[in-house]
């Protein structure tokens, strides 16, 4: 699964497409690695399951046990894959979920409604088609197929063919696969346990409760957490519950907490104090207080990340995507209703489900999707949708005994799953052709740079490189103002204009501040306002906006008559305006000569782009002894 | 509040804010706010003195005291919400928070002329701009409305010890003029009292953070009381409001 939190930025550089393909796909999002490599886990256990001789059933039939004295535990190498090593993609699963209900999208109900409605439907009326299909056989019970979209691939195929959607079709999306999740893993509990010895289960409980204990007590080094894992699974797996859901129960114990402030200052402490007397010791204290101020189910999602992406999804893939494919087998699975009935419930229902269980929502609040996602969108994200591959894979392993049944699940699982892939990426191809042709230029800053409504550091007339900000006050580690003017004067002189736009998004105060701050510009103290205010951050009441007021130096009775009658209310929504026509949901956000940094956001990256854009100016304007296009464009300022 | 207390004094019904309550000439002026009828509200860094002084003044729910620092904008406005809260309005500022740090000019301490600037002029800067609002309001009701400035004159010649705190003074002196002309249109009344203080001690470099110790000093040698200086702030607040009792220069009787 991948970051949520949207940290993979697109990489559109020029210079990242030079790369060789390879560099390329380390390069890429996060979520396209993972969809590649799983296809690629799927094509090599096509090809090995096709070569002559029964090599691949047999591999992945050795068996590999533990003996204790006389006692002995054994499970052959798929079983291994399928119970043990997937307990950690569930565990990932269930953090991601865990992380979103607590922190994320899903914690807003009245956001997250619309994906999770979705969710719902596409769980119960691809389950409702594939009955109807095989009504009458024993592939009945093979129900819970089609449920589950592939998180991992469908992600990937966005982030492969939507990249000029809107960024809040990913969210959505986001929530609909982690909602989706949840109900898979109640579908793989409740509905294919067999043989259930509640005994064993004692043992997985014992097993929960020192995890439980160690949480209370506050342990936060993740390895400690593994010994009482393991005793988690072992209970899990004697009791005839899968095994996999192990992984589950523990990530839903393991804490999970916004990063809180004073572990983050206590942090910045230990580290200073390394910095002043470099020792091993203090080398550790102050890697101990940075982990400990990360909660560890954050930890452990982010650690585990990699392993997902590059070894148990592809190993899953390996082990259980390799289906004999002749003529027969091929003649025979498409005569199969089994086969049918998971291509038509995973493509046909997962479309009809999300497409109009969602369109109803929309009937009765008009706003549900927010303002940037269309109804088209949702259309071309529920053919997606129908990618239903691992969690498909899953199941079929746990609904059929029977090999043929088996083959007859995977023909249908992958066929199901290449057909939703070419129906969304045709249908997200026609969408991006219109949606460049609507607006050819996303990434451009909507609203030039206006020294007349824009309070602006630095010389226009000088510039050569305007950088726009859009940023808010949620943080007190934005780059302070005075630090910016500071870190432009001494890199770039006067090469370099910088202007400051607000972008309030979730917090409450946020409006409030920035108006605060356009209130303290009426005295001419603007950016002393922004330092003050981000010396406040997080705000959080209106007291630490009037102390900042104090400390920028106003006049506290003129800044409040002015705050209270939002007299800067227009810049603000004009500006948070002009943020939503280009789809910024993310602060701060960087304009560089107008086109958006995509970048990660530090001072060192940011400042790097700048001197780029800046080199590149000057490049062009030693090229030709000519004024260079750029600089024509500067005099408009 | 202080309308139902049955209180006959000069400057009953008067609602009034002290700076530097609990300080030398401060405690002096509440305790005659007190008993000239007007509801209190002691302005000080210090809480258990403001507190003590509260038990003192036995002012019953006319007094209030409030900890605030004058160098600080945000707590002297916090000082006038608070005011403003329990009592409704406010219609009489005297600022007599200030500080004195003594010594040859050639000697001085810069971070004693900070912290005398601080206190003298940019906290009185403060208390007089965050007030003049809720004082204008009263103005523009047709009752009075007063500020009272505490300066200084220096008259000891033979003592030149105190350059910086008498530059300050007399940029005091200027504000309250500046301000009698912006306000006294508006109906606001700004005085200014100007007590001379003798000062004449063999040392005076005191810890700038012990103000009152310096006081205490000055208050052995100077022969104009504190409760002098009392009685006319209540004489300008209780005058008619057409009259200002603009400046007042406030000299030892023998020296004069």
Redesign the interface.
């Known amino acids: 699964m991948t970051n949520v939190a949207g940290s993979a930025p697109a990489i559109d550089s020029p210079s990242a497409a030079r790369r060789d393909p390879i560099s390329r796909l380390l390069r890429s999002p996060e979520a396209l690695r993972g969809a590649v490599v799983l296809i690629a886990g799927t094509v090599v256990a096509l090809i090995w399951a096709n070569l002559p001789g029964d090599n691949y059933g047999s591999f992945w039939h050795l068996p590999l046990g533990l003996e204790f004295g006389g006692s002995r535990f054994e499970l052959d190498l798929q079983h291994w894959v399928n119970d043990a090593v997937m307990a950690v993609f569930f565990a990932h699963v269930t953090l991601e979920v865990r992380r979103e209900l607590e922190l994320g999208e899903l914690r807003d109900w009245r956001r997250a409604s619309v994906p999770v409605i979705a969710a719902v439907a596409g769980l119960v009326i691809p389950a409702l088609i594939y009955i109807g299909v095989t009504w009458g056989t024993d592939a009945v019970g093979g129900w819970g197929i089609v449920v589950s979209t592939d998180t991992a691939f469908v992600l990937g195929m966005l982030a492969l063919i939507g990249r000029v959607m809107p960024p809040q079709l990913r969210i959505f999306l986001v929530t609909l696969a982690v909602a989706d999740d949840v109900g898979a893993l109640g579908v793989i509990a409740f509905a294919y346990t067999d043989h259930f010895n509640p005994l064993p289960l004692l043992i997985a409980v014992a097993g929960l409760a020192m995890i439980a204990v160690m949480r209370f007590a506050g342990v936060w080094r993740g390895p400690l957490y593994l010994l009482p894992s393991i005793v988690v699974w072992v209970g899990f797996f004697l009791s005839g519950v899968h095994a996999t859901l192990a992984g589950v129960a523990i990530a839903l114990l393991l804490p999970i907490f916004p990063t809180r402030f004073d572990d983050l200052r206590r942090a910045q402490d230990h580290v200073r104090a390394f910095q002043m007397s470099p020792t091993a010791s203090y080398a550790r204290t102050a890697k101990n207080s940075l982990a400990r101020a990360v909660s560890i189910n954050e930890r452990a999602h982010r650690a585990l990340t990699p392993y997902i992406t590059w070894l148990i999804l592809p190993i899953f893939a390996l082990a259980n995507a390799g289906v004999r494919i002749t003529r027969e087998s091929l003649v025979d699975a498409f005569t199969s209703r089994l086969t049918w009935g998971i291509i038509v419930g995973l493509v046909v229902g997962k479309i009809v489900a999300i497409s109009v269980s969602t369109w109803i929502v929309t009937r009765v609040r008009p706003d549900a999707l927010g303002p940037a996602v269309r109804m088209s969108h949702i259309t071309g994200l529920s053919m997606l949708a129908g990618m239903g591959f691992t969690i498909s894979l899953f199941v079929t392993e746990l609904a059929f005994d029977d090999s043929v049944d088996v083959s007859h699940g995977q023909i249908g699982v992958i066929a199901a799953t290449v057909l939703a892939a070419t129906l969304g990426a045709v249908a997200f191809a026609v969408m991006s052709a219109r949606e460049r042709r609507r607006s050819p230029h996303r990434n451009r800053l909507v609203r030039a740079l206006d020294p007349s409504r824009d309070p602006v550091l630095g010389d226009l007339s000088s510039a050569v490189v305007t950088v726009v900000e859009y940023g808010n006050y949620a943080t007190p580690y934005s780059p302070a103002a005075g630090e910016m003017r500071r870190e432009m004067e001494g890199r770039f002189g006067t090469e370099v204009a910088y202007a400051f736009r607000h972008l309030p998004l979730e917090q409450p105060l946020g409006r409030s501040a920035a108006i605060a701050n356009e209130a303290a510009a009426l005295q001419g103290r603007f950016w002393e306002m922004r330092d003050e205010l981000i010396r406040e951050a997080p705000i959080e009441n209106e007291r630490q906006i009037r102390r900042a007021a104090a400390s920028a130096g106003l006049n506290l009775r003129r800044f409040e008559r002015d705050w209270d009658d939002a007299t800067g209310a227009q810049r603000v929504d004009e500006d948070l305006a002009d943020a939503q026509a280009m789809h910024l949901h993310q602060a701060p956000t960087y304009f560089i000569d107008n086109i958006r940094y995509e970048g990660p956001i530090d001072a060192d990256s940011v400042n790097a782009a700048v001197a780029a854009a800046r080199n590149s100016v000057r490049d062009t304007t030693s090229a030709n002894s000519t004024p260079a296009p750029r600089s024509s464009a500067l005099g408009r300022w | 509040m202080s309308e139902h207390s049955a209180t006959t004094g000069v400057l009953s019904g008067r609602v009034a804010v002290v700076f530097g309550a609990t300080g030398w000439i401060g405690r002096a002026i509440c305790h005659e706010l007190v008993r000239a009828g007007a509801s209190i509200v002691m302005v000080g860094r210090d809480a258990n003195r403001l507190d003590t002084l509260q038990r003192e003044l036995d002012g019953g729910d006319r007094v209030l005291f409030t900890v605030a620092d004058v160098t600080?904008?945000?707590e002297v406005?916090d000082a006038r919400a608070a005011a403003i809260t329990r009592f409704g309005h406010i219609d009489l500022l005297v600022v007599s928070s200030g500080v004195i740090t003594g010594s040859a000019f050639s000697e001085g301490v810069p971070a004693d002329w900070a912290e005398m600037i601080d206190v003298n002029l940019r906290g009185l800067l403060h208390a007089s701009?965050?007030f003049?609002?809720p004082l204008l309001h009263r103005a523009g009701h047709g009752t009075p409305a007063d500020i009272v400035l505490i300066g200084a004159v220096s008259t000891d010649v033979r003592a030149p010890r105190f350059a910086v705190f008498n530059a300050l003074s007399a940029a005091i002196k200027q504000l309250a003029r500046a301000l009698r002309h912006e306000y006294g249109p508006r109906g606001m009344r700004v005085h200014i009292i100007e007590p001379s203080f003798a000062v004449d001690q063999p040392d005076e470099r005191h810890h700038a953070s012990a103000p009152e110790h310096d006081q205490q000093h000055a208050r052995a040698a100077s022969a104009v009381k504190p409760d002098a200086i009392a009685a006319v702030v209540t004489l300008a607040a209780a005058l008619p409001r057409s009259v200002n009792l603009a400046e007042v220069l406030l000299l030892p009787t023998e020296t004069a």
Request: glycine share 0%; proline share 0%.
């Open positions: 600080s904008q945000l406005d701009q965050t003049a609002e």
